[in-house]
């Protein structure tokens, strides 16, 4: 992560923070619904929104990393594609497959 955002935290900079916000995407039936049965760029929105909310969170006990995600841009849009890409995954691996039973 460190060389895609460009930074240099450690693991107890940055890992609390994505296991945090992961442990709530995950724990989000909303999320999930709204992922499921709105486009993708309506889906991405909320999940953005998620994020941004549960990103203050951490301002107190992660502000090098919270700062470094809010004022540089791309940094901050990297960090979400690659939470989005784990989350999808994650929801991926819960469900069944669809489709006819063989």
């Known amino acids: 992560m460190n060389e895609t ?7 107890e900079d940055a890992l609390p923070v994505v296991r945090g916000i992961m442990e709530e995407l995950v724990a989000n039936t909303e999320l ?3 992922l499921e049965v ?12 998620f994020v941004d909310q549960h990103l203050q969170d ?14 540089d841009e791309r940094a901050g ?3 979400k594609n690659r939470l ?19």
Do not use: H
Not at 5 to 11: A, C, D, P, Q, Y
Not at 58 to 71: G, P
């Open 38 to 49: 709105n486009p993708p760029d309506a889906a991405r929105l909320a999940f953005n929104q």
């Open 77 to 79: 849009n990297q960090f």
């Open 5 to 11: 955002l460009g930074t240099n935290f450690g693991e």
């Open 84 to 102: 989005f890409s784990v989350y999808r995954q994650s929801l991926d691996q819960r469900q069944p497959p669809s489709g006819p039973s063989a």
């Open 58 to 71: 951490y301002i107190r006990t992660n502000m090098n990393f919270y700062k470094k995600l809010v004022e």
């Open 32 to 34: 999930e619904k709204s």
